[in-house]
């Protein structure tokens, strides 16, 4: 079993063609800029969001919080409420439910993007996942990842997957750890991994303001080079916790901004 956060039957951001995107649950980063903090952990149970629901889509049973997806309007009030970093509307999924679901998608899409929080955090799952996908319906399958788990040791999920997606938050060390409370060794490490098996469908830097994203946009350019897509994502204020507000602000770079970044690119 894993535990999703949500799923989204169509997709054209999350590679190429259209996809289903399917966001685990639980994450090993804490990035300052994240817009979608609540899928950092999970649910603690201490039940404060069950007075924020307007409509008793939750209540607390067993010491234990359970949604009603039926009920539920979609307000977000719990998720503004918990200050954990969470969210009470997961679910938890076998692969064989989880297959299910896609197979009510096929006619309509390419092939799946697993994504998070952080997806690889659930590995073992993932090669059973993308083994029946393959099998039973020929889509391809793609992997939208931090890179921090050392994926030269799960030979079996990056054999199966087709393309990974990566994120490169930041090439400098210190300021890695500062922005997601964790090194970046694992992460550049993956990089070239990657790069030399040919996985890599795409990176992803986010040019967020008190970062240095030149040296960033310029490093990671010389290790990629042409071998797969650069992409850079503005930073958002939206979904940001205050924290990361008060950090970057609420005043992303605007289009010629972002145009200036592409000088440092080398392709």
Not at 187 to 193: A, E, H, R, T
Request: net charge negative; aromatic share 8%; with cysteine.
């Amino acid at each position: 079993m894993a535990l999703v956060n949500k799923i989204i039957p169509f997709s054209c951001i999350d590679g190429p063609g259209n996809r289903t995107a399917i966001f685990f649950q639980g994450c090993n980063f804490k990035c300052t800029y994240c817009h979608n903090p609540e899928t950092i952990n999970k649910c603690i149970n201490c039940g404060e969001c069950v007075f924020t629901c307007p409509v008793k889509a939750i209540e607390i049973k067993d010491n234990k919080v359970l949604w009603n997806e039926e009920k539920c309007v979609q307000c977000d009030n719990c998720i503004r409420e918990c200050k954990n970093l969470s969210t009470p509307k997961t679910k938890d999924y076998s692969v064989d439910e989880l297959v299910d679901e896609i197979k009510k998608l096929k006619p309509f899409i390419q092939g799946i993007t697993v994504s998070g929080g952080e997806c690889t955090l659930n590995s073992d799952f993932l090669v059973e996942l993308f083994k029946a996908v393959k099998k039973e319906l020929n889509l391809t399958c793609f992997v939208d990842t931090n890179g921090s788990i050392d994926l030269s040791k799960y030979e079996e999920l990056v054999h199966l997957a087709d393309k990974f997606m990566l994120d490169v938050k930041s090439i400098d060390e210190d300021e890695h750890i500062n922005v997601t409370g964790l090194s970046n060794d694992i992460v550049l490490k993956n990089l070239k991994y990657l790069l030399d098996r040919n996985k890599l469908h795409e990176v992803r830097t986010v040019i967020a303001p008190n970062l240095n994203n030149e040296k960033t946009v310029k490093e990671v350019s010389k290790i990629i080079k042409d071998k797969c897509r650069y992409k850079l994502n503005p930073y958002r204020k939206y979904g940001v916790r205050q924290e990361g507000l008060e950090f970057h602000g609420e005043v992303g770079p605007n289009d010629e901004e972002m145009k200036t970044y592409l000088e440092y690119m080398y392709f």
